[in-house]
């Protein structure tokens, strides 16, 4: 079945630093795939996506580009801030039903 | 506002208590979903409902039982809690970009 897999954290930065977590898929067919982001206390919320090979999304400062070759999906981010903290989550969408399965999340911590 | 709503935000049940988990959305999704969050786990889907009167298993669906007689309306039903039970759950809709509520918080004692 479809799968993600993340790296684990916590990752822990300072202010400004560069950011990557990486996110690799399983799926059968052509998957769209997401990021999403969880602030403490609420749910999650779409951070951006792409639904075909090498399209590249991009939010707040945060880009991921869709590489087909190497089913991944790696989100970066060229300067991190303290209010980027939070736990992220690759996702994906597949097959006729679409339905979102999610990795594990990653922790992000920034210091300042 | 326009979106996802769960209720209760925080429960504490006994071992053997049932309970529903209310989500309501309107944004007219024919697509409404069940997740739990565990730490360090993820999401596990639970259910999934693709319209009204169509329900359907996920990854874990023991111990749980759904409805969705409506498009807005896919409680989600605890029979017999347990402490395993105890999780964030989370109440998602729309195909593929999911749109979710703030979770409810559940602890079985």
């Known amino acids: 079945g479809d799968s993600v897999t993340q790296m684990e954290g916590p990752v822990t930065l300072s202010e400004e630093a560069f950011l990557t977590i990486n996110c690799t898929y399983t799926?059968?067919?052509?998957?769209?795939l997401f990021w999403y982001v969880q602030y403490p206390g609420e749910g999650l919320q779409l951070l951006l996506k792409?639904?075909?090979?090498?399209d590249k999304g991009s939010n707040k400062g945060f880009e991921a580009t869709y590489r087909k070759e190497t089913t991944s999906f790696h989100l970066e981010k060229g300067s991190v801030q303290v209010s980027d903290s939070a736990v992220y989550f690759c996702?994906?969408?597949?097959?006729?039903?679409?339905?979102?399965?999610f990795g594990r999340g990653t922790s992000l911590i920034v210091h300042p | 506002n326009a979106g996802v709503t769960q209720t209760p935000k925080f429960r504490i049940l006994k071992i053997g208590q049932s309970m529903t988990l209310q989500c309501t959305q309107d944004m007219n999704h024919n697509y409404m979903y069940w997740y739990r969050q565990d730490p360090g786990m993820g999401l596990k889907l639970i259910y999934y409902?693709?319209?009204?009167?169509?329900?359907d298993k996920g990854e874990v669906p023991n111990g749980y039982n759904v409805s969705r007689s409506t498009t807005e309306d896919f409680p989600l039903r605890l029979e017999l809690a347990a402490p395993s039970q105890t999780s964030v759950y989370f109440c998602a809709s729309r195909q593929a970009v999911a749109f979710f509520g703030q979770g409810t918080r559940l602890t079985v004692v």
């Open positions: 792409a639904t075909k090979a090498d």
């Open positions: 799926a059968t067919g052509y998957p769209s």
């Open positions: 996702a994906l969408a597949s097959g006729g039903s679409y339905i979102p399965t």
């Open positions: 409902s693709v319209g009204a009167g169509i329900t």
